[in-house]
């Protein structure tokens, strides 16, 4: 059996960190993925809170595995100092938490446009930050998502291709691809994205109302995902991000729900032939 080691994006547990970092234990898993903490985005935390989170992660022996500047969202019509900031921030973060992973997005674009028109901004906004990711010898993830330039497969390979970067990498994420409104995501387009993959945010929604589900119960063909990547000897993590609250889970909190979904992943897992 291939083994995977799997992360947790913390804040889909909860706000709190000691309620994100207990789930983990009770769940049997030692990574996290820090993009928010106390309500706030990683981004926005003070030396005393980014000092406490580390302290709490060490104690209960859980490892940062990536820091996600998602939460705060840069527009591709913006100034590239806004990027390059936002990137510096998070990379400091990253050396402060022992981490050479940071997830981001392609950029985001303004409503009511069309991804396909963002495809040079992108390419060349990421490839100054690609500079500084190597000159800090930090991983840069790209996750898609709908509303960024990275919204579709081919609008991904495009800017994948285009910035032709070892440190710029795939976060795929299947959930977004359905509701960016793609089906057969991994048989259509292995070819294109597999060589990217650094990381997998296992997400799904049903593509025939682009809601969130359960891992698993969607569209975003996760079985098939995974046992592709370990067809293909993939060395990276898959993070544990189901996208649910409480309120899609009938009367189950975010630790209830969080447990559910990696209970459904772990079968996921089995089935494909995988270890943890």
Known sequence: MSVFFISVTGDEIAADPVLQLACLRDMGMTGIDIRS???KPVQHLNDAETTELKQRCATARIT?????GTHIPVLLTSPLSDAIANLERLMALAQFFGTRRIRLTAGEIPP???????????IGRLRHLAQLAEATQITLLIENAPGTAGDIPGNI?????????EWVRLAWNPGNFVQAGVNEQVSEYQGMLLKYVGDVCLHDANLSDKQTCLPGEGDGRLRELLTLLRRNDYQGNITLQPGLSG????????????RLAATMLRTILA??????
């Open 271 to 276: 089935a494909a032939g995988i270890k943890e």
């Open 112 to 122: 009511e446009t069309r991804s396909a028109d963002f495809m040079g901004a992108s």
């Open 64 to 68: 940062i595995q990536s820091i996600v």
């Open 37 to 39: 903490a106390w309500g």
């Open 157 to 165: 390979h495009s800017i994948l291709h285009g910035v032709k970067s």
């Open 247 to 258: 309120d899609n889970q009938a009367g189950l909190d975010g630790t209830e729900t969080m």
